[in-house]
Each structure stands twice: as structure tokens, then as C-alpha cells.
Nanobody, 129 residues
Framework: QLQFVESGGGLVQPGGSLRLSCATS????????IGWFRQAPGKERAGVSC????????NYADSVKGRFTASRDNALGTVYLQMTSLKPEDTGVYYC??????????????????????WGQGTQVTVSS
């Protein structure tokens, strides 16, 4: 099963930028649509973005649209999330997961594939002055 190791988080001031990475192992990520999830303090994990298997299609939650950009390098087995104009409400632990589909609806990427069990440790993003 595809497994992820997230990295790139840190402490950043409002308006700043970060680039998160998810390195994969265990399978060929070329076959999978992949989602980015965020767990804010005291809240459930929720989808923020997804990217389809080829990288040609991406979708974003309204809260991050225009500020976050998902990309992938299948040759390197890595998925990225470029985050700009960061806000305090972007604070949380960010994870990657395999999706059933990177669809247009938020509900399409708000849950991982039913067979996905291999959550990584996540990477902490803290936006604060």
C-alpha cells in the first residue's frame, strides 16, 4: 500500500509561504489520486486539496483556493503543496492520503480511499506572529 512521509512544515508569520512535501513508498504513486488533509487544533482532519494521478487536475477547498497549489513529480514519487499568503487559520498538521477520486466536490477529497490505512506522522504548520 502507498505510504507517505510528510515534511516541510514550520512556524511562519501571517502572509508567509511554505512548501510541503509528501514522499511516497510501498507502491507506484502514478496510479493514484492524492489528497492533502489538514487537522486544525481541536478539529477533525479535513481535506484541503487534491491532485489527480497525472497531475493535470487539481481541486481546492474554498478556504485555500487561490493561495495553495498542489503538484506532483511521479518520477520522484513526491507530492507537493505550495502554500502562500498563509493565515492563522491555516495552522494544523498536514497529511497526504490516497483518494478514490480527485473530484470537483469537496466531499470527493474530504475522505481518503476506503482502503487507505497508512496515515503518516504529518507535518506541523503554525501561522502566527
Amino acid at each position: 500500500q502507498l505510504q507517505f512521509v510528510e515534511s516541510g512544515g514550520g512556524l511562519v508569520q501571517p502572509g508567509g509561504s511554505l512548501r510541503l512535501s509528501c514522499a511516497t513508498s510501498g507502491d507506484n504513486m502514478d496510479y493514484y489520486d492524492i489528497g492533502w488533509f489538514r487537522q486544525a487544533p481541536g478539529k477533525e482532519r479535513a481535506g484541503v486539496s487534491c491532485i489527480n494521478e497525472s497531475g493535470r487536475s487539481t481541486n481546492y477547498a474554498d478556504s485555500v483556493k487561490g493561495r495553495f497549489t498542489a503538484s506532483r513529480d511521479n518520477a520522484l514519487g513526491t507530492v507537493y503543496l505550495q502554500m502562500t499568503s498563509l493565515k492563522p487559520e491555516d495552522t494544523g498538521v498536514y497529511y497526504c492520503a490516497v483518494l478514490s477520486s480527485c473530484g470537483l466536490r469537496w466531499s470527493d477529497y474530504n475522505s481518503p480511499h476506503p482502503n487507505f490505512r497508512s496515515w503518516g506522522q504529518g507535518t506541523q504548520v503554525t501561522v502566527s506572529s
